[in-house]
């Protein structure tokens, strides 16, 4: 059976049955999915979770997914998605001064390579449920990348929408699959004000904006699987990017059902990380206001460039009432960032990871978060995705004649001291 009861609204509390409506007819404010908790404690513990298979579906009963049937068409549950390593990150503890480190890696989720497969895969089950045959979405790429993979393992037509000026790796990611790219000659507000429109128009099942409270849904995964990896424990504190606030306030919802479920105990401070050219909310954290001013975004951080954030507020009360900060990351610490990630876990990030990476490196210097408590960062996309951000920013390689001599040559050059570099016996 599903355990998700209808939608209900964040604000005013108003309820309405399962429909692909984003907001709240009589507040504006966004819709949630509600669930029969008490029951879903009934029926599920870690124990049988356990026992199930390792992808984000082993949470179902707290999604608003339907049961499974004999369906004679392809649904997203039949994807591998979710259940990304959680690593010990120990060099990466000792460069940023903090005790106990963990990377929560999305940068290899399936299918497309960042955390957006896990959202894409529950608004789909919706829309089907709902019978769209055309999705859509507005995206600032890594969307877009798992919407067309997803929609062509489906056979759904897509329709992607996006600024004009996305990396060229997440343009090409999203065109293999054979969706309709169109880019648009704006930034992602522009893109997502017509997407808006366009769901006033058309019967589509657009992600972000009628199904976003389905779509919104799957980000608790990273949550639940955080919690599952450290033995049914929450981190002290926890590192979040940040761009329309979504992720972080559903890591934030995925905990708090947790707790309410007996399963977990304890406070987590969840902290959320922006580019410094585009931080409306780690800007209202910091100056102590509930409201959210809305920027022109001007960041190489373009997955998180939102500049009018849609789930700002909640974002910003997600990290006050966890007692977390936020902070925010010049073009040139997110490369520092990505590099020192790289070069101590072995963790190739986009540039979303270098913010995050950058912004907790402040939050800890500051004392923000607890140098001797637990904590985790969240990378959320794969870095061969943003090559172009750091292509410029490193040391230079060399080509060589194929001759020893050569080599040895290159290698005095470099005035290593290292064992292994002496001669070896005859
Ligand atoms: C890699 C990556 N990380 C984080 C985010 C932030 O997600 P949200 O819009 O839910 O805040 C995005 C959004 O596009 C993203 O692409
Ligand atoms: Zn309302």
Redesign the pocket.
Known sequence: MSYALGLRCRDCGQTYSFTPQAGCEACFAPLEVAYDLPAIGRALDPARIAARPANMWRYRELLPIEPETAASRPRPTALQIGWTPLQPAPRLARALGVRELYVKNDAVNFPTL???DRVVAVAFDCALRFGFSVVACSS????ANAVAAQAAALGLEAFIFTPADLEAAKIIATRIYGARLVQIDGNYDHVNRLCGEIAQKLAWGIVNVNLRPFYAEG?KTVAYEIAEQLGWRLPNALVC????????TKIGRGFDELRALGWVQGDSRICGAQATGCSPISTAVKRGSREIVPQKPRTIAR??A?GDPA?GVYAGETIRRTGGWAEDATDSEIVEGIRLLAETEGIFA?T?GGVTVASARKLIAAGRIDAEGSLVLVI??NGLKTLDAVADHLPQSVVLPPRLADFENYLSSLQLEAPGLEPALA
């Open positions: 960042s955390f957006k600032t790429g890594n969307l980000s990017p940040m761009a329309g606030g979504s992720l972080l997955s998180l939102i789930d986009e979303a959320s996309g």
